[in-house]
């Protein structure tokens, strides 16, 4: 995952353009990817597609022809969208379109413009503190035109249409966990899944503009969408954060709340700002999605800056975030109600083999203890990830209890999760 977001790094990557296709190229080295193109101008809910923007190179010159602003060092000196420039210009006259963060000196600013014409350039403070008055040669070679917008999607077939929505944004340049991170993971989710129950896609889009993109061309299949997650921020040192859906009461939340209990945490109540649950949770879809970050959005000084580089996020976090959503993907596939078959009186297990057919020497009480939950509390009302909750065992026990008891014949299974 690491390796995956130091090659993604370097690209610069906007809402559209050559950056997010190569990005997608790379992630498409991992999973198929099914790629859209989608035309500048297209009417997509209430937005439109916007022009394509690329670049190749921009700088601010000194007299003596040194670049003290590069683009090829870093591309977050550009703000994104920039119109082409070609002038000379005096430090007064190029202020205005200098970005910097004072708090913070020795950083560059991550700074758009998609939607207002303009150009500009990010640097740190302390180069613009050694600024002299110039003239300076200031150059932008951009384009901006009609293109396309581009996403893509990777679909592991499951055994339903009921899906899972895994969404990602691709719209950053270098910024390491602010966008890379979540790809990585993403990837190495879907890399693991084989032969799953439900139906899983992977959405790799631009912030935004690419959610509602996929929300107006996908309007009639968001039904099919039970459970979701957009996932970002995926690698920073900080602790897993989960944002709940619209609804507050949707199965992921229930879901991601028991995955994170046994782990350092945060759980906050849905908010309308933040990733592209913004766009899934608008009332109109309302769609079972949550969010799962470490650190949430604008949450940590290196957001949006040259802090957020390949050295802020680690494997050991991403693998840990990895982890997190493995066990929530444990608990979608196999959750369900059961009946017990049993009821009256507790059924004789020594007699059948479940006391000695599970689990190692350590874990021997725990799987009783799970078989007895189960069959306790298996009445059609209560899934397995209640009965974990309630008996405060580990899902994945009480889960292997029901397949033991269900090959008994003790346990019939009769729905979703409760
Ligand atoms: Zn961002």
């Known amino acids: ?6 090659r993604l790094y370097p690209l610069c990557r906007s809402i559209t353009g050559d950056g997010v296709r190569a990005t997608l190229d790379i992630v498409g080295e991992h999973l198929e990817l099914e790629v859209h193109e989608v035309p500048t101008g297209t009417q997509v809910l209430d937005w439109t597609v916007p022009r394509e923007w690329n670049i190749r190179d921009a700088y601010v010159k000194d007299p003596s022809g040194t670049r003290v602003v590069d683009f090829r060092r870093s591309n977050l000196h550009v703000v994104g969208y920039s119109v082409p420039v070609s002038a000379v210009m005096t430090l007064d006259e190029l202020r205005p379109h200098l970005h910097t963060l004072p708090e913070q000196p020795g950083l ?12 500009g350039f990010c640097l740190s403070q302390d180069t613009l503190d050694g600024m002299g008055p110039g003239p300076y040669e200031v150059v932008i070679d951009s384009t901006l035109a009609d293109g396309h917008l581009t996403y893509a999607e990777h679909v592991v077939r499951g055994r339903t249409d009921e899906e899972v929505l895994i969404s990602c944004h691709v719209c950053h340049p270098s910024l390491a966990n602010d966008n890379l991170a979540g790809i990585a993971v993403a990837t190495a989710l879907a890399g693991r899944l084989r032969e799953p129950r439900h139906t899983y896609r992977f959405l790799f889009a631009p912030g935004t503009i690419g959610a509602i993109t996929w929300l107006a061309r996908n309007r009639e299949r968001t039904g099919r969408v039970r459970h ?32 994170l209990r046994d782990r350092p945490h945060t759980v906050v109540d849905f908010a309308p ?19 799962l970050t470490r650190t949430p959005y604008a949450g940590y000084p290196e957001y949006h800056t040259s802090g957020d580089d390949v050295g802020f996020v680690s494997p050991e976090a991403m693998a840990d975030t990895l982890d997190a959503l493995w066990a929530a993907v444990q608990v979608l596939e196999r ?49 397995l990830l209640d009965i974990a909750q309630r008996s405060g065992l580990p899902f994945g026990a009480v889960a292997e209890a029901a397949g033991a008891l269900e090959g008994a014949g003790l346990l019939k299974r009769v729905g979703e999760g409760g």
Not at 1 to 6: G, N, R, S
């Open 108 to 119: 560059v600013p991550y700074r758009t413009s998609y939607y207002a014409e303009t150009w």
């Open 335 to 383: 959750d369900g109600r059961y009946q017990n078959l049993s009821p009256y009186g507790e059924p004789q297990l020594g007699r059948r083999g479940l006391y000695g057919s599970l689990g190692g020497r350590s874990d021997t009480k725990q799987a009783q203890m799970a078989m007895l939950w189960v069959l306790n509390l298996s009445d059609g009302d209560h899934g």
């Open 273 to 291: 700002y933040g990733y592209d649950e913004r766009q899934f949770c608008s009332p109109g879809f309302n769609l079972p999605v949550g969010s």
């Open 228 to 259: 979701g997650l957009t996932l970002a921020c995926a690698g920073d040192p900080g602790a897993l954060t989960y944002k709940r859906s619209r609804r507050g009461d949707a199965p992921i939340d229930r879901v991601m709340t028991a995955v």
């Open 1 to 6: 995952m690491h390796a995956l977001v130091e």
